[in-house]
């Protein structure tokens, strides 16, 4: 059973910082890709990132670029990401999720397969 929990989350002023954890587990981690996405009350989802650990590749939308980071440790079946420069508009419930592949075009329609319970993050301006 694929089971991946997110953590750290909170509450954070307009320009600061948060890395959020996910522990995958029940499943081979090289299998999948390992992303990212956010949801805003009242907004639809969002992909925010991606990492392949078997093709070597992230993905990063638009919105996010040159501020956040995704990294893995695979000896801990656990993906990061770091989100610098936070804004009140990164304001959302964050959750990990698995792809099939790691790519702009699987970020952008939100092919996400599995997911966690999510972490809540709010940046107040």
């Known amino acids: 059973e694929v089971q991946l929990v997110e953590s750290g989350g909170g509450w954070v002023q307009a320009g600061g910082s948060l890395r959020l954890s996910c522990a995958a587990s029940?499943?081979?981690?090289?299998?999948?890709?390992i992303g990212w996405f956010r949801q805003a009350p009242g907004k639809e989802r969002e992909g925010v990132s991606c990492?392949?650990?078997?093709?070597?590749?992230?993905n990063y939308a638009d919105s996010v670029k040159g501020r956040f980071t995704i990294s893995s440790d695979n000896a801990k079946n656990t993906v990061y990401l770091r989100m610098n420069a936070l804004k009140p508009e990164d304001t959302a419930v964050y959750y990990c999720?698995?792809?099939?592949?790691?790519?702009?075009?699987?970020?952008?329609?939100?092919?996400?397969?599995?997911w966690g319970q999510g972490t809540l993050v709010t940046v107040s301006s």
């Open positions: 999720a698995t792809l099939k592949y790691c790519s702009g075009s699987y970020l952008l329609h939100r092919y996400f397969e599995e």
């Open positions: 029940g499943f081979t981690f090289d299998d999948y890709a």
């Open positions: 990492i392949s650990s078997r093709y070597a590749s992230t």
